[in-house]
């Protein structure tokens, strides 16, 4: 399954991004999850005989990526990747940028609240930034 940006399949980065938000779509239910994804991991080793350490930068698995939500890597798991679409939705040149752009999108849709007419959930998020859950049902 590729990624969607602006309609378009995405098989280079535009360049300076340091990551994008995304939504990846069950295109049977209509449900969403809303995320964001770095495109590059940075480490630092320790190398014998010298004072400062080894930087590297090595791409993420962004190509590969299908979220951190269990529920939702269970659903590709069962019903397969070509039921989902991913769609980028920005590209970001910081880290912070990044993660304020996801955080922001998650309120403004309401990815803990928001339901369908049904009354089923509309969005796969169980939580937003791991500091923010849903008020548990009486």
Not at 21 to 43: D, P
Request: net charge positive; aromatic share 14%; glycine share 6%.
């Amino acid at each position: 399954m590729e990624w969607i940006y602006k309609g378009n399949s995405v098989t280079t980065l535009p360049e300076n991004a340091v990551g994008f938000t995304y939504c990846i779509i069950n295109n049977q239910t209509q449900k969403q999850y809303i995320g964001k994804k770095q495109l590059y991991s940075h480490t630092t080793k320790k190398v014998p005989g010298r004072k400062n350490r080894k930087h590297t930068i090595k791409e993420s698995n962004w190509r590969d990526y299908y979220g951190s939500n269990d529920t939702l890597l269970e659903e590709i798991a069962v019903l397969g990747e070509e039921n989902f679409t991913r769609e980028i939705l920005q590209f970001y040149n910081s880290k912070k940028n990044l993660t304020y752009a996801e955080v922001e999108l998650q309120f403004k849709l309401d990815v803990l609240y928001a339901k369908f007419p049904d009354g089923t959930k509309k969005f796969y998020n169980q939580n937003i930034l791991g500091k923010f859950f849903p008020e548990k049902e009486n």
